[in-house]
Each structure stands twice: as structure tokens, then as C-alpha cells.
């Protein structure tokens, strides 16, 4: 009667197969340290011949004893060439990673880098300076409004969210200024146009 695959124990890493992984339980079970150690390099040389070093060749052996401890369960004990990796480091869990929650960005679709660019312009001494970089900056955020389909994009608007944004330092009036044109790109067809 065949032996099917899903009744056999599960491969720990299966880019080396059934075959190596049996070696490496055939290894654990040797009595004799010596014996086991001269088997571990064995294995290690099948792996290498498998999976061939393209690269800096005393990391990626490194790299094959552990994965050589990990197959074993972390039993298998030889004299290795390398300090190996311990369970705790597999199975330990990443730092987290800081999220910034909704309510700490409300003109999310203005992005993380145009506020803080807002605060400097706010920062400055008034002058051409710093009204040529509020310009380019209220230019900026039409662009943005206009390139997340919002409905509506007026420089009223525009100026709203600036004075919103650099809490009252920065007003611009709709008489006195007024906003480049922007137009939304047409969405691709798909269509590829015909040679003529």
C-alpha cells in the first residue's frame, strides 16, 4: 500500500524535503557524539549541495546550521562551527511597530510631511520668503485634495484647512490669492493606442 505525504509528519522546513529532514531525525537518535557531529556536517554538506552559496559562503553555512537546529527541534547536540540560534529568538515576537491613531491626523489625505512643513512656514518672520513658501504650500494641498478625488476643491476650502492646520498663523483671503488650476488625470483606458 502507498504511503501518501499528508499521513507523514509534518516537514518542520520543507524547501529541504522529506529526505534531509530524515536524516536529521536519523541524526538525533546517533548515541555516539563523534558520530553525531561527523552525520551534522554530512547533512549540512547534502544542504549545501541542494541550495548552492551565492553569497558570502561562512554566513549562509551559518545559516544552514541553523536551520539544521531548528529541523531537530533544537535537540540535535554536536559541535557546531557557530553559535547557533536558541528557541527563545524564533519564537520570540518583534518590537511593535508605533501606529499613529486617526484622531492624532485629522487632514490625513494631506499626508505626514506637509504639516510639518506648514509649522515651518508658520515659523517664519513674514516677508516674500515666507509668502512665495505658503503659496507653494497652498498650491500643494489643491493638488493633493484634487488627487484624492475629493469632490469640490476650492481654494476656499484650501485656505480653511492652512489656517486650520497652522492654528490661525497663516490666513490667506480668496480675493487676494488666488490658486493655480489643477485638473484631475483622466484614468488609463487599458487601450493601447493603434500605429498608424
Same mark, same amino acid.
Given at each position: 500500500m502507498l504511503t501518501y505525504t499528508n499521513h507523514l509528519k509534518r516537514l518542520v522546513l520543507p524547501e529541504?524535503?522529506?529526505?534531509? %529532514?530524515?536524516? &536529521?531525525? @536519523?541524526?538525533?537518535?546517533?548515541?555516539?557524539?563523534?558520530?553525531?557531529?561527523?552525520?551534522? @556536517?554530512?547533512?549540512?554538506?547534502?544542504?549545501?549541495?541542494? *541550495?548552492?552559496?551565492?553569497?558570502?559562503?561562512?554566513e549562509y553555512r551559518r545559516k544552514l546550521w541553523d @536551520?539544521?537546529?531548528?529541523?531537530?527541534?533544537?535537540?540535535?547536540?554536536v559541535d557546531t562551527p557557530f553559535e547557533h540560534i536558541e528557541r527563545q529568538t524564533l519564537n520570540g515576537t518583534p518590537d511593535a511597530v508605533p501606529?499613529?491613531?486617526?484622531?492624532?491626523?485629522? *487632514?490625513?489625505?494631506?499626508?505626514?510631511?506637509?504639516? %510639518?512643513?506648514?509649522?515651518? $512656514?508658520? $515659523?517664519?518672520?513674514?516677508?516674500?520668503?515666507?509668502? $512665495?513658501?505658503?503659496?507653494m504650500i497652498a498650491n500643494q494641498m489643491k493638488k493633493t485634495l484634487i488627487g484624492y478625488q475629493i469632490d469640490n476643491v476650492e481654494d476656499a476650502r &484650501? *485656505?480653511?484647512?492652512?489656517?486650520?492646520?497652522? @492654528?490661525?498663523?497663516?490666513?490667506?483671503?480668496t480675493e487676494t490669492v488666488r490658486l493655480q488650476e489643477f485638473k484631475q488625470a483622466p484614468a488609463p483606458t487599458g487601450k493601447k493606442k493603434k500605429k498608424r
Open positions: 529541504y524535503g522529506r529526505n534531509i %529532514q530524515q536524516m &536529521v531525525d @536519523h541524526c538525533v537518535t546517533i548515541e555516539d557524539r563523534d558520530e553525531r557531529t561527523r552525520c551534522a @556536517h554530512t547533512i549540512i554538506e547534502a544542504m549545501l549541495t541542494l *541550495f548552492p552559496s551565492t553569497g558570502d559562503a561562512t @536551520h539544521l537546529m531548528i529541523m531537530s527541534d533544537f535537540t540535535l547536540d501606529i499613529e491613531r486617526p484622531g492624532t491626523m485629522p *487632514f490625513r489625505y494631506y499626508g505626514k510631511y506637509l504639516p %510639518q512643513l506648514i509649522d515651518k $512656514a508658520a $515659523a517664519m518672520e513674514e516677508g516674500e520668503e515666507r509668502d $512665495a513658501l505658503v503659496l &484650501v *485656505f480653511e484647512d492652512l489656517r486650520n492646520m497652522s @492654528h490661525g498663523a497663516i490666513r490667506l483671503d
